[in-house]
C-alpha cells in the first residue's frame, strides 16, 4: 500500500464531508436559501472534482462503500481496502472537526452537525432500503465509469452527478448519505449515533451489490 493514496483518499473524503456538511450549515444560516439543489450541488461537485483529482493516485473512492464494494468484486486486495476505509472515516471525522473550528455552535446544534437523518415518516426499513438503492446507484456509476477497462476518462463528472441526483431523491428521505464516512464524523461529533446501522449496512451492501452485478453481468 503506498501512503500517497491514503493521503489521497484522506483530503478527498475531507472534501467530501467538510464542503457537504458546510454546504449544510450555510443553508440554516441563508434561512434555507441555499436549498435541497445548492445542497446536492455541493456534495455533487466535490465528488466530480476530488474523484478527479484523485483517481489517479488511488482511485478516487472517497467512501467505504466504493471501497469494499470494488474489494468484493476483486478490483482491490484487502490490505488496501483496510487503509482504504480507515483514511476515509478519519477524514469524516477530522472534516467536522474543522468546521467546528469554523461554524457557530449555535449553527451547527440547529443542523444536528449535518448528520444524516431518517425523514419524517420514514421507517427505518425504508431508509435502509433507500441507502442501499441510492448507494447501488452510485456504486454502479463509479464501477461503470471509473474501473470498467473501457470507462471514458471522465469518471469523475458523472459519478459527481449521481451523487448529486441521488440527493434531489433522497435528502429528504435518509440524508442520502450513500458513505458511512459521510455519516459517521458528523454522527459521533454532536450528531447522534441513533439508526447508525443503516448509514452503514444499506451502502455496504448497495455497493457490494452494485460492484457485483457489473463485473459478473455488464463487465
Do not use: C
Amino acid at each position: 500500500m503506498k501512503s500517497k493514496a491514503l493521503i489521497a483518499e484522506f483530503i478527498g473524503t475531507f472534501a467530501l464531508v467538510f464542503i457537504g456538511v458546510g454546504a449544510v450549515a450555510a443553508d440554516a444560516m441563508t434561512n434555507g436559501n441555499l436549498g435541497l439543489v445548492g445542497v446536492a450541488m455541493a456534495h455533487g461537485l466535490t465528488i466530480a472534482v476530488m474523484v478527479s483529482a484523485t483517481a489517479a493516485v488511488s482511485g478516487g473512492h472517497l467512501n467505504p462503500a466504493v471501497t469494499i464494494g470494488l474489494w468484493s468484486a476483486k478490483k482491490i486486495n484487502g490490505r488496501n481496502t483496510l487503509g482504504y476505509v480507515i483514511a476515509q472515516l478519519l477524514a469524516g471525522i477530522v472534516a467536522v472537526f474543522a468546521l467546528k473550528l469554523i461554524i457557530p455552535a449555535s449553527v451547527l446544534e440547529t443542523i444536528a452537525m449535518g448528520a444524516p437523518t431518517l425523514g419524517p415518516g420514514i421507517t427505518p426499513i425504508a431508509g435502509l432500503g433507500t441507502e442501499l438503492i441510492l448507494t447501488f446507484f452510485l456504486v454502479f456509476v463509479v464501477y461503470g465509469t471509473a474501473v470498467h477497462h473501457e470507462a471514458p476518462k471522465v469518471g469523475g463528472l458523472f459519478i459527481g452527478l449521481t451523487v448529486a441526483l441521488d440527493i434531489l431523491m433522497g435528502g429528504p428521505l435518509t440524508g442520502a448519505a450513500m458513505n458511512p464516512a459521510r455519516h459517521l464524523g458528523p454522527a459521533l461529533l454532536g450528531g447522534g449515533l441513533h439508526d447508525f446501522w443503516i448509514y452503514w449496512l444499506g451502502p455496504l451492501v448497495g455497493g457490494i451489490l452494485a460492484a457485483r452485478v457489473y463485473r459478473d453481468f455488464l463487465e
